[in-house]
């Protein structure tokens, strides 16, 4: 999965935080270009932060808070904000979901998925986004990826399926050493028992997954979700008619993708080659 960038849609709880800075900081008679400067937070970030449309960091709660001496109420305010920083405010659902699943399919025919991500990799796809992110959007990108990558480690009890498209997986994205190490870690991932990793090879002419990349889980309850992701939007999938045409798909992907050893072969050769 791509983890969207765009800025999160308005909650209560990031706008009343907002509200917040923006009334401790009328109350000390600071312009926002002249807070900005007492906080070392670009303009834009501190007018997002006062709309409500981005999350604030630990950073600028804590220089928020000395700057406008704002009795402790700012650093109070920050506590109640209900975002997870550095996830896009349409993963929001699936996320909560995904952190009690049952079990876990992800096709991915763009990137490796979030979830198998090193951090070399995580960051050159940060560093490449446009429009472009600052060092504390990427640093706060790259702790809420490797947040979500305790799944793999923490649930041994969930049972995680992958399938990715060969040409993703010989992409040398980040160069040549980001590219070994990252086939390494898939390889390494794969080896758990509770994950199983297949490919889907350049010779498959044709399967079941090209309209795209897909997510399906199960919850605890029994039921089954799904989710896409495009450019700027994620969709989540309630409705069991269209949740059952995934898993109908995915399940036909199992069978047109490589076995789990022959996965395995082939990726070494990858690492091998690199």
Known sequence: MTDGNAEPEISDSLK????VVKTFRKRARLTQEEFARRVRYSVQT???IEQGRRFPSAEFVERAEEVLDAFGVIRAAAKHVARQPGLASW???WAKLEAEALCL???????IPGLLQIELYARTLFEGQLPPLDDDEIQEKLVARVERQKLLTERPNTAYSFIIEEHVLRKTTGGPETHRTQ????LRMSEQRNIEMQVMPLSREHHAGLDGPMQLLE?????????GEGQRAGLLFADAKEVG???MRYARMRSQAL?????????RQMRGAT
Do not use: C, M
């Open 16 to 19: 009343t935080f907002g509200e």
């Open 91 to 93: 993963f929001q659902k």
């Open 245 to 247: 045409i995934l898993k």
């Open 219 to 227: 919850t605890p309850d029994n039921r089954w979700f799904g989710y």
């Open 105 to 111: 399919y992800t096709y991915e025919n763009r990137l």
């Open 259 to 267: 076995t789990l050893e022959d996965s395995q072969s082939l990726l």
């Open 183 to 186: 086939i390494e870690h898939i």
């Open 46 to 48: 501190v007018a997002s």
